[in-house]
């Protein structure tokens, strides 16, 4: 089982930018070894955001964020960050980062993922 942390949350502007970090203790030798981002807004379903594959570099992004957001690590033992920009209120969630092994027509399952964070709050104002 890998724990994870997350931190980076805050309240922005909307336009503006923040970077999630997930901490993660414990390792998984897997090729499928996957971390995701989730979030969920007050009153809805908890929703895919990002996810990537580390062994072979495959990611998959929701609609919503494409070409705003971006998930990346510096190397396999650095946090994992969610870099997100052009933020929008209806951004505003918390975050939940979590790991495991999907194959990667699942990767934006819930259900594929072992581990989980405790969240972060994003606030987006406009």
């Known amino acids: 089982q890998v724990q994870l942390v997350e931190s980076g949350g805050g309240l922005v502007q909307a336009g503006g930018s923040l970077r999630l970090s997930c901490a993660a203790s414990g390792r998984i030798y897997n090729s499928h070894y996957t971390t995701a981002w989730f979030r969920q807004a007050p009153g809805k379903e908890r929703e895919f955001v990002a996810a990537?594959?580390?062994?072979?570099?495959?990611?998959n992004y929701a609609d919503s964020v494409k070409g705003r957001f971006t998930i990346s690590r510096d190397n396999a033992n650095s946090p994992v960050f969610l870099h997100m920009n052009s933020l929008k209120p209806e951004d505003t969630a918390v975050y939940y980062c979590?790991?495991?092994?999907?194959?990667?027509?699942?990767?934006?399952?819930?259900?594929?993922?072992?581990?989980w964070g405790q969240g972060t709050q994003v606030t987006v104002s406009s």
């Open positions: 990537r594959r580390w062994s072979s570099g495959a990611t």
């Open positions: 979590a790991a495991g092994q999907p194959i990667l027509s699942a990767m934006d399952s819930k259900s594929a993922y072992s581990s």
